[in-house]
């Protein structure tokens, strides 16, 4: 679930475009990719063709109008009290420039929150996204500036005999920090 303060704003049409040109990531991960906007229907509908023509990829996700501020009050990006003003600008809802990952058990996995100013980095969200699916999978933990392929972490609750039936040969750094290679 990525989140919006408007629609037609700079920042958030490259954003879009840059989740549209990576459908075939998301999909290659089984990750269902939603939006939201604290617009209508109506003007998601417009903003998809600005995406689109600036992203050269077809916008297939949904983008939530969240015109009454449910969804993000619920995910705390907006205070209870909030509301949007007649002649709103996205200043009046710019908290909403979240991340959140959400596991296949409906529980909350990562949230990142970006200033309006700041271009979030796809990159990033899919390496920890592929960090996440790594730990949940396999029981590991992975290393700061982990990316596919590289060594992870055995967590500290996992005996040394444990780890060696489950993972083989690891390294051990510290007795609280031993790495092996990732699992495939």
């Given at each position: 679930l990525f989140s919006h303060p408007k629609d037609f704003t700079p920042v958030c049409t490259t954003e879009f475009s840059a989740v549209a040109q990576l459908s075939d990531e998301w999909a290659k991960r089984g990750t269902k990719v939603i939006g939201v906007s604290v617009d209508g229907v109506e003007d998601h509908k417009k903003w998809k063709g600005d995406i689109e023509t600036y992203g050269k990829a077809a916008a297939g996700f949904p983008i939530i109008a969240d015109e009454g501020l449910a969804v993000s009050k619920a995910f705390d990006m907006l205070p209870a009290e909030a509301y949007m003003p007649d002649g709103r600008t996205p200043a009046h809802s710019a908290t909403v420039r979240s991340v959140f990952i959400i596991?296949?058990?409906?529980?909350?996995?990562?949230?990142?929150?970006?200033?309006?100013?700041?271009?979030?980095?796809?990159?990033?969200?899919?390496?920890?996204?592929?960090?996440?699916?790594?730990?949940?999978?396999?029981?590991?933990?992975?290393?700061?500036?982990?990316?596919?392929?590289?060594?992870?972490?055995?967590?500290?609750?996992?005996?040394?005999?444990?780890?060696?039936?489950?993972?083989?040969?690891?390294?051990?750094?510290?007795?609280?920090?031993?790495?092996?290679?990732?699992?495939?």
């Open positions: 596991g296949p058990d409906k529980q909350l996995k990562l949230s990142m929150t970006y200033p309006m100013s700041v271009g979030r980095n796809f990159a990033e969200i899919l390496r920890a996204l592929d960090g996440l699916q790594m730990s949940t999978s396999n029981g590991v933990a992975t290393p700061a500036n982990w990316v596919p392929g590289e060594d992870v972490i055995i967590p500290p609750n996992v005996s040394n005999e444990d780890a060696k039936a489950k993972f083989g040969e690891f390294e051990t750094i510290f007795p609280y920090l031993r790495k092996t290679k990732a699992p495939s």
